[in-house]
């Protein structure tokens, strides 16, 4: 991406970076950033460790990592909400990886572009999620990959 800033916009080119990270880190005002274009290296026959259910794909791997409650320094439990996005709760989390609370993060049946996808399989730490994480492992990333082009149904 290429940013061009002038002091006329009364924007300097390092506090522009400065908030094109914060924008990727946070996902944004509606929960997602610019998501790049679509995947095209996802392996259709990958092997998921979990079930691909969405009630799986939540106790497995969001209420964890990233909704967490208690102790748990979860980034979009319901005291955090970066971005504007809670994912505290199986209803709430469903209702915004959805999108039926602002920008969808999943399409179903199209996991190659999801931006749920795009985040969890980035290369980038600053865009990937969990933020601040390793990678997931394969198949965790598999049955989220096989939830979505199943449907993303909520059980």
């Known amino acids: 991406m290429r940013v061009v800033a002038t002091r006329r916009e009364g924007l300097s080119l390092r ?6 990270g914060i924008a990727c880190a946070c996902g944004g005002d509606d929960g997602t950033a610019d998501a790049p274009a679509c995947l095209t290296d996802l392996d259709a026959d990958c092997s998921a460790t979990i079930p691909a259910t969405f009630d799986s794909l939540y106790s497995n791997i969001v209420e964890p990592s ?7 320094p979860s980034c979009h439990r319901a005291g955090a ?3 504007g996005l809670d994912l505290s709760a199986p209803a709430k989390a469903y209702d915004a990886l959805l999108g039926k609370r ?3 993060l ?5 996991p190659e ?3 749920l996808m795009q985040r969890i399989e980035a290369d980038d730490d600053t865009f990937r999620m969990p933020l601040g ?4 492992a394969p198949g965790l ?6 939830w979505i082009a199943d449907g993303a149904e909520r059980d």
Do not use: F
């Open 15 to 20: 506090n522009l970076v400065v908030l094109a």
């Open 66 to 72: 990233c909704g967490g409650t208690g102790d748990n």
């Open 81 to 83: 909400r970066q971005a």
């Open 102 to 104: 602002g920008k969808a």
């Open 106 to 110: 999943v399409l179903p049946g199209d």
């Open 113 to 115: 572009c999801s931006p």
């Open 133 to 136: 994480t390793e990678r997931m």
């Open 141 to 146: 990333r598999c049955a989220v990959q096989q």
